[in-house]
């Protein structure tokens, strides 16, 4: 079938021969695609120059964003898992600290004991260049929930540290050679995160008391004064130099004493 004329009405769509793709004018056919071709290529052009403009606007908002989430995630209290620390007090189970507001500090009274073990629950929990401190106060105990919390830790002295790399600490607390610590009914434990930082300034600072080399010391005063009461005065000098030696071995191993015969 010819084409017909582009004014007159297609026998089978009753439109201008122009504007259809009958089967019978192959001219409209023609003119039909071309005009579909150029609407579609309009449209991806307005698509795509809709979807750059979304992107350059788009774009800078997610990265924004994601410095800000990044900002807050940093400066933000890290949330520690529940109960993150164990406490172990010889021939009693284990117990765990309660938690005060917010995820910094935990407290738990125990009973006077020669050593106590403390650690972490799960593996790797605090945060990067973060530690715990662990404490100890005396009664009357130092409140911990008050709003003046600096002040009142400084009646907490410093016993040790967990972090990542050292989950466990068995510590000797020395609280049988405080007469203070032999009359209290129990012990106030305290626990603070903190940064590395701060931990090592202080493990420098206050070093841990080690109770068993304090016991032996106390023992060769006790004996330099039974020396010196029965002869009138003693060699101070000597006393010295046996607890000079006495340091050194003990550096070496602190079980040397239950080896010498």
């Known amino acids: 079938m010819g084409c017909r004329d582009p004014e007159e009405l297609c026998p089978t769509q009753q439109l201008p021969c122009a504007a259809t793709a009958c089967e019978g004018c192959a001219a409209g056919r023609v003119r039909s695609g071309e005009m579909a071709f150029n609407l579609d290529s309009m449209g991806g052009t307005v698509a795509a120059s809709r979807a750059c403009n979304s992107g350059r606007l788009v774009a800078p908002l997610e990265e924004k964003a994601g410095r800000a989430a990044a900002a807050h995630a940093h400066t933000r209290t890290p949330r520690l898992t529940m109960n993150p620390i ?23 009274d125990v009973k006077p004991a020669p050593d106590v073990m403390c650690f972490l629950t799960q593996e790797n929990q605090l945060p990067p260049e973060m530690g715990i401190g662990i404490y100890f106060s005396l009664p009357p105990f130092a409140n911990w929930e008050a709003r003046f919390f600096l002040c009142c830790f400084l009646r907490f002295q410093f016993m040790g540290v967990l972090t990542n790399n050292h989950p466990s600490v068995l510590l000797s607390t020395g609280w049988n050679l405080l007469p203070e610590a032999q009359q209290a009914a129990g012990v106030r434990l305290g626990f603070l995160l903190e940064s590395a930082q701060s931990l090592t300034e202080k493990l420098e600072t206050k070093p841990i008391v080690d109770a068993k080399k304090e016991y032996a010391r106390k023992v060769a005063l006790n004996l330099y004064r039974f020396v010196e009461s029965f002869q009138g005065g003693g060699d101070q000098t000597l006393l010295d130099r046996w607890f000079e030696r006495f340091e050194a071995k003990y550096r070496i191993d602190p079980n040397f004493v239950m080896k010498s015969e």
């Open 86 to 108: 164990g406490v172990i007090i010889p021939g009693s189970p284990c117990s765990f600290p309660q938690q005060l507001e917010g995820d910094t500090k935990w407290l738990i």
